[in-house]
Every structure is written in C-alpha cells, then in structure tokens.
C-alpha cells in the first residue's frame, strides 16, 4: 500500500510542491525539539532555514540552558561593564551567549564564565584579589606583568621564610560540585628572541617540605591538602579540594589558603597566578 501511494505521488507532476519539508515545521514545534538539544547543536540547526533561525531565538529553549540563579550571575558578569543594558533588558539567548564570555568583574580582579557544553559555572581570582603576607615588601614578593595569565599580571616570590596566600568569595553557586585549584609556577618566564625561557635562579626549598593547601565553606565543608611543589618551568593547577553546592540562592562562602610556614628554610621562585572554581564537570585549560 506504502509503494502504491509513494507511486501514485510521483507520477503527479506537481505533486512534489505538497510534499512537507523542514521550512513547513510550525516554529513553536522546532523550539520544543530545540529545548532537549545541546547547545552547540542548537547553533548548528538554527543555519538550517528561517524556521530553525527564529526559533532558537525563543526565550524558553536557552532559560532551561541557564543556572536557576542566572540573574545573580548575570548581574557579576555585567558588574565591572557600565556599556551593557540591565539583564531585564537581555533576551535569554543574549544572556546566555554573554555568560559563556569571560567576563571580569570586581574591578577586574575575578573572572566569571560558562561552560558551553555542559553548562558548569567557573571563577577565576587573580593574585591580586588574595592575600598575600609580606606582598607590599618588594624584598619578597612584587608584582609581574605576563601574557601566561587571563589577568596579565601574577605575584612572584624571590625568597621568604613564611609562605602564606589566603582568600575568599561569597558566590551563589549553582547546585553541583565544585574543585578548587591554585594556578602555580616554579620559575620567572620571559621571551627572549621570539622564544620562551624560564629563570630558575630563584627557584628553593620545595623540596624540603610539602605545602597544605586548604579550603573551609559557610557550611562547614572543609578539605586539606599537601603537596610538593614541583616541575619547574610549567603552570600547574594544584588541586585543593571539592565542595558541594545544595542551595543555588543562598551566598556561601569559600574560603582558601595555600601556606608553608616551616620556617627552618627559605623558599623562593614561585609565581602565584589564581585561584580556580571550577564546576567539576567542566574541563578545565591550563
């Protein structure tokens, strides 16, 4: 019966313009498939014609891509902009777009941004934005100015007894798992002639003893670490720990350190970059 019909379609010479094609999909039906995509797939489909085009535009398919407490981080991702219109004023489609930028805010000391694929929320403090003992004594520590950091510049160490780097954030973070990592060097990079080089002149005394690396939240999680500083040369991300976030609308606080205050030895050549928050789904880049 199936051929019968397929035959009697096409032996009628203008039977082909009935035929229902891509462009002939309702756009609202389009949105609701669109909604159970990912949204680089969403991108994708929507050069398909105008149909597509017109309805990834609807606000519904990209709210269910957002956080619950999007506004919340809408309003620190525009913090630091004052060109930006308020985010009553941003289609949902342009909020997410500019959520998946990196956006600077507290007066360009923290980065925030999401992760396109899975959606996971990040945060980056600079070196500035930490405490840091004994930073305002250009004997110890003084600040550098490099292309290796998102925030163009990182604290370096020439030599000190007592090793101490604390911060803090108060953030609604969005339900999930979050790790922690400090972004950290052994060496002075520079270029010379086009090429990178590394100046190890400085470099003592992560040898001789591990560095704890902690971090506490306003709900009581806590965990420790203690690593060796190594590898001379290459950013690495030291991993301090995970917490959970259960209450997107509630701030916690997060507190971290990095400390080695064995003060039987000097230590020295170490660049402190960042502090990395990380959604544990999200692969992150050195």
């Given amino acids: 019966m199936g051929a019968n019909f397929s035959s009697c379609v096409c032996d009628d010479g203008g039977s082909s313009s009935m035929r229902p094609r891509l462009g002939d999909i309702p756009e609202s039906c389009v949105a609701l498939v669109l909604m159970y995509l990912d949204p680089p797939d969403i991108c994708k489909l929507a050069r398909l014609n105008r149909a597509f085009r017109d309805a990834s535009f609807a606000d519904f398919v990209w709210e269910s891509k957002l956080p619950l407490n999007y506004k919340f981080i809408m309003g620190k991702a525009l913090e630091d902009d004052d ?16 959520l998946c930028k990196h956006n600077l805010f507290d007066n360009g000391t923290k980065e925030i941004w999401m992760d396109k694929r899975t959606g996971g929320v990040c945060l980056a403090i600079s070196s500035k934005a930490l405490r840091i003992t004994g930073i305002d004594d250009r004997r110890y520590w003084n600040h550098i100015s490099t292309e290796e950091s998102r925030f163009h510049t990182v604290a370096y160490l020439h030599q000190i007894w007592w090793l101490e780097v604390e911060g803090d954030i108060d953030f609604q973070f969005p339900e999930g798992t979050y790790s922690v990592y400090f972004r950290l060097h052994l060496g002075r990079s520079s270029k010379k002639l086009g090429r990178r080089v590394c100046k190890t002149e400085h ?18 999680q806590r965990a420790v ?19 959970v976030s259960k209450s997107p609308n509630d701030l916690m606080n997060v507190k971290f350190s990095l400390t080695q205050i064995d003060c039987t030895h000097t230590k020295g050549g170490l660049c402190v970059d960042s502090v990395l928050i990380c959604n544990s789904n999200v692969k992150i880049e050195m």
Avoid at 83 to 98: F, H, K, N, P
Avoid at 208 to 219: G, I, N, V
Avoid at 231 to 238: A, E, V
């Fill in 83 to 98: 060109t930006t219109s308020s985010v009553a004023e941003l289609g949902m489609r342009d909020i997410y777009a500019r």
């Fill in 203 to 220: 470099i003592h005394g992560w040898d001789m003893k591990p560095a704890k690396f902690q971090l506490t939240t306003s709900d009581s």
């Fill in 225 to 243: 670490s203690h690593t060796h500083l190594d590898n001379p040369g290459h950013w690495i991300l030291y991993h301090v720990g995970n917490f």
